[in-house]
Every structure is written in structure tokens, then in C-alpha cells.
């Protein structure tokens, strides 16, 4: 059965297919289109996003918490990261999705429709759901191209978590300073760490965090957790409030590839998430407004989003901790002990020069990433 023809279809309402419609939804240029942002579950999603960025942004009315200040601590170095013009700043998704179904539903110019979409036919210009079709002159995909996970060709690591809401009987933390990394409580043989996300001295955040080319058990990460709780913060006395989990490709995999006259791929099914770091919420932020802006200017909605520079720098870090997973914790060390937060930032959002580049290379120097150069240039 046919449904009605739209002039965009959006594919996924998650993190990029809200703001997307939101951004199109606020523009007068698009005024007039008729648009549908597609999925099977717009119920509000338990995980939490993360990002740094200098000074007021928009989106500092649905924060939770930021941080000025933040730590990085390994088995040698306990190192204070004064962030200064930049801040740390944390949203849940709940409140996000909310916002922005909100704004969008009240604009009156965009339609949801629940349905699962199963394939675009690019010739006829319908995606096929499991209740109708729907044609449009443009879709933006959201769908994650599973065969990356086959690809000989590209390196695939995950970012995979459990994270506890705590309250504790003691204050334990302190509020002023989240840890971005700390690699005490140690898996073997794979980069992993704590990460931890401070509310009050009593409240807080609290995730196991693996980057590694295998997945684990649930129990593994309330174990590590535990031993952290007991080991680090020397406290058993703690209530856990929620919990959140997750598991982020972390890929130089060319999804981008996909992107063509008619169809846009966006989110992580668009290579969106930073490879080397598993972050999207602030790429997401600069896609879809170079997005509007290609569409304006007559260009194709895909044209351009990606810099292959830093995707080559991302291909050769990721093969690093692929063939080498134990030294995540050395790497790191040099990464955060070498260069500082500012500088640290404007690399991983791909905003510095050759030669800065060059610089934060030169820290991470070894072996390892000679080889990965080789194997990923050659």
C-alpha cells in the first residue's frame, strides 16, 4: 500500500533524524515541503550524550550538568584538565527527545509516522515499511549499513558500557570535576576504564567503558563496577537510581560512500560518530547545518560532510588499538600528558592545521603507529 509522497523523508528519529527535522522544521526555505520523519519507536531512549564546546550553545537549556574542570588518571599519572574557554557538558537523551518532538510537533510542518522502513528503492524513490510505502524526492537515512562489520578493508572497534546512577551514604565525589578516564581497575588485555560523570559528592554517573574488538557479558561490567566502587572509592554503601548501556562502532568504514543524488545517510548509519572517539553529539550539530546549507546553495544534501584528512588520521589510531588493545592505557597517558585539553579539543573536532596535526602525532610516536600508517596508507 502506498502512502502519501513527501518532499523528505527522515529515516530514524534519534539523535540526528530530531535535530534534522528540527533545523528544517525552523527555516523558513523549507516552508511549504511537505516532510515525515520515520520510526518504529519514538518512545524516549535511556543513554546519555556528552560534549565539550566553548562558552553558551544551544542546547544549554537541556543540560543536566557541565564542568570547567575534569581528570585523566592512569596507573602512573593523575593529571587535573583545566578546560577554560571550554566546557564539559551533558544532556539525557529523554530530555532531548522530548524537546525536540515537542518544537517539531508544535511547528505543524513535519509528520511522524510510526512504521519500521525495510529498504529505499532508489529507482522508484519508495521506502518500503512494514505498513506502507512512502515516496519523496529526497530520503536522509539513519539505517546503519550492517556490512561494515564484514569489511576486510576497514578497521571496526566498539565502544560498549554500562554506566550506574548512584547515590552514595558519603560523599564521594567531587562535583566540580568529572573523570574522563580513569584505567585503575583494569581488564586484561583491552582498553578499559572508568568514566565518571558527578552530580553532587553524592550523586553521580558512573560507567565502565571498553574499547576493544570484542564485546563482554553483562556481569563483566557490573563486577568492574563494583570493584571500582570498593577499590577506588573505598565505599559499599551506595543505591544504584538507573541504568544505561551502549554499544558504538567505532569504524573508519566509508558510510558516507552511500550518499547519492537522492539519498543522504545520516547519524551513525552516515559515518557521523568520531571514530576515534565514539562522540556524535557535537558532529551531528555541524553536519546538519552544513546539510541546510548544501541544500540551499543547489548542492547535493550529502556533499562534503566528512574530512577525509581526519578520517585517514582516525583509520590509522583505530588499527593501533585493534592490533594492539592492551596499550590503550599508554596511549592515552601520552595523549593526555603530551598536549593539553584546548589542543586536545580542537584535533578531535577536526579543526586543527597540518603542523598541530603533526604535533599531536609526534606525542602518540611509536612503533605501533608506524606499522598502522603503513597498513592503512599502502
Request: hydrophobic share 35%; net charge neutral.
Amino acid at each position: 500500500m502506498l502512502g502519501p509522497r513527501y518532499f523528505y523523508v527522515i529515516i530514524g528519529g534519534g539523535l540526528a533524524g530530531l535535530q534534522l527535522a528540527r533545523q528544517l522544521s525552523r527555516d523558513v526555505f523549507f516552508k511549504g515541503k511537505k516532510i515525515a520523519i520515520i520510526d518504529s519507536d519514538f518512545s524516549m531512549p535511556v543513554k546519555t550524550w556528552c560534549f565539550w564546546e566553548k562558552g553558551k550553545g544551544k542546547w544549554d537549556d537541556l543540560l543536566t550538568k557541565s564542568w570547567n574542570k575534569g581528570k585523566f588518571i592512569s596507573s602512573e599519572e593523575n593529571i587535573d584538565l583545566q578546560l577554560s574557554p571550554y566546557t564539559y557538558k551533558m544532556i539525557k537523551a529523554k530530555d532531548y527527545h522530548q524537546k525536540l518532538q515537542d518544537e517539531i510537533e508544535e511547528s505543524g510542518d513535519i509528520e511522524f509516522i510510526t512504521d519500521e522502513i525495510q529498504k529505499i528503492d532508489p529507482v522508484t524513490m519508495k521506502a518500503k515499511g512494514q505498513k506502507k510505502s512512502y515516496g519523496a524526492t529526497h530520503f536522509f537515512d539513519s539505517r546503519v549499513d550492517p556490512s561494515y562489520l564484514e569489511s576486510k578493508k576497514h578497521t571496526t572497534i566498539f565502544q560498549h558500557f554500562k554506566g550506574w546512577e548512584v547515590e552514595t551514604e558519603k560523599p564521594v565525589f567531587t562535583p566540580d570535576s568529572f573523570t574522563m578516564m580513569d584505567y585503575r581497575i583494569k581488564y586484561p588485555d583491552a582498553t578499559a576504564f572508568t568514566y565518571i560523570l558527578p552530580f553532587t559528592e553524592k550523586k553521580a554517573l558512573v560507567e565502565y567503558t571498553f574499547f576493544s574488538p570484542f564485546l563482554t557479558e553483562d556481569k563483566v561490567y557490573d563486577e568492574m563496577l563494583q570493584q571500582y566502587f570498593e577499590k577506588v572509592l573505598k565505599t559499599k554503601d551506595f543505591k544504584i537510581k538507573s541504568t544505561e548501556t551502549g554499544v558504538i562502532p567505532m569504524t573508519d568504514f566509508p558510510f558516507d560512500k552511500a550518499n547519492t543524488e537522492q539519498i543522504t545517510k545520516i547519524g551513525t548509519g552516515g559515518g557521523w560518530v568520531k571514530p576515534s572517539t565514539g562522540y556524535s553529539f557535537k558532529n551531528t550539530e555541524k553536519r546538519i547545518a552544513k546539510i541546510i546549507d548544501n541544500i540551499k546553495s543547489g548542492k547535493q544534501p550529502g556533499e562534503n560532510l566528512i574530512n577525509n584528512k581526519f578520517r585517514k588520521y582516525d583509520a590509522i589510531f583505530l588499527d593501533v588499538l585493534a592490533q594492539n588493545n592492551q596499550k590503550g592505557e599508554e596511549i592515552f597517558t601520552k595523549f593526555y600528558t603530551k598536549n593539553s585539553p584546548q589542543d586536545i579539543f580542537r584535533y578531535l573536532d577536526e579543526e586543527t592545521s597540518v603542523s598541530e596535526d603533526l604535533k599531536i602525532m609526534l606525542s602518540l610516536y611509536s612503533f605501533d603507529f608506524v606499522a598502522s600508517f603503513f597498513r592503512k596508507t599502502f
